[in-house]
């Protein structure tokens, strides 16, 4: 990370919030702190190892100034307006907003997931699956095939809602356990910065067809099955909507085909 944008960094939160970084992206840059925006310290302090998350859009010095500050206003913004909302669906799990400040680019969301066991990273969804594929484990364990089927679920409840994700690739799944030390997964989806109100089956077709490949380009021993757990999840919600349920399905299912059927020809195009 540049020296000019730990300056930027430090000024804005101050020396009272210490941050490590999580990673760099294009847009934002991630960090984790133990220090809450607003509650005072003695409220969760006793909360073993308090950890949120800060996301933060520097200012791009490519951009004329008053454009970077409505883009970064307005993209902070519709990132937490979009977790306010998904945060009302039942069922759907997403980070817990804790903090906006869209003038200056930064959102607090709370800290999800852990280190999975054996140095196998954080747990996303892509090192859970490596860890399977990976560590002497059974790929298909019923663990692995129950989580993928949660994680459907997720996504079904996503697009049945009207919200499309726009980024949907395995390391945006984060899981967490559902009670310290259990061995049952609840998928949460993370990164909403590209994310949309959408009724289109495009955008839903394009959501599904992007974490499929995501699955096929790194586990694509197992990715056929995998993906059938991910789709009888999806399909799961809808179907429980009735005659709508099924026809919307439909529709959804056909247009992630079209989608697919465009990928497969792009790439035999080069
Ligand atoms: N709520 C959270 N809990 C735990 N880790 C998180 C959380 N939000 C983000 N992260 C970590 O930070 C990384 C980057 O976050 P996010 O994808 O939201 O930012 P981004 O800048 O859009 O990233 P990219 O450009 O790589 O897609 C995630 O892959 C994850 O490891």
Request: a neutral charge; one cysteine or more.
């Amino acid at each position: 990370m540049s020296e000019q944008l730990v300056a930027q960094i430090s000024e804005y939160l101050t020396p009272n919030v210490p941050i490590q970084l999580v990673s760099q992206g294009a847009e934002a840059v991630v960090f984790t702190t133990n220090v809450h925006p607003y509650l005072p310290k003695e409220s969760y302090s006793g909360v073993e190892d308090a950890k949120f998350i800060i996301k933060y859009r520097p200012s791009k010095s490519y951009r004329h100034p008053s454009i970077d500050k409505s883009l970064t206003k307005r993209r902070t913004l519709g990132e937490a307006r979009l977790l306010g909302k998904l945060h009302q669906i039942e069922g759907l799990h997403v980070p817990h907003l804790i903090a906006c400040d869209a003038y200056n680019g930064c959102l607090w969301l709370e800290f999800l997931g852990e280190n999975l066991p054996n140095g196998m990273g954080f747990s996303n969804l892509k090192n859970f699956l490596w860890m399977y594929a990976k560590g002497g484990n059974d790929p298909y364990d019923p663990i692995v095939l129950e989580t993928l089927y949660k994680v459907g679920q997720e996504i079904g409840l996503l697009h049945w809602n009207d919200y499309c994700h726009g980024d949907l690739t395995s390391s945006n799944i984060i899981l967490v356990r559902e009670k310290p030390g259990s061995d049952t997964w609840v998928p949460h989806l993370i990164d909403f910065g590209l994310g949309s109100i959408s009724n289109m089956v495009e955008d839903k077709g394009v959501d599904l067809y992007v974490l499929e490949r995501a699955i096929l380009s790194t586990h694509s021993s197992y990715a056929e099955k995998y993906n059938e757990c991910l789709m009888n999840g999806f399909s799961s919600v809808y179907e429980n909507n009735g005659k709508l349920g099924q026809k919307k399905l439909k529709e959804v299912i056909n247009r992630f085909q079209e989608v697919r059927l465009r990928g497969r020809k792009r790439s035999m195009i080069g």
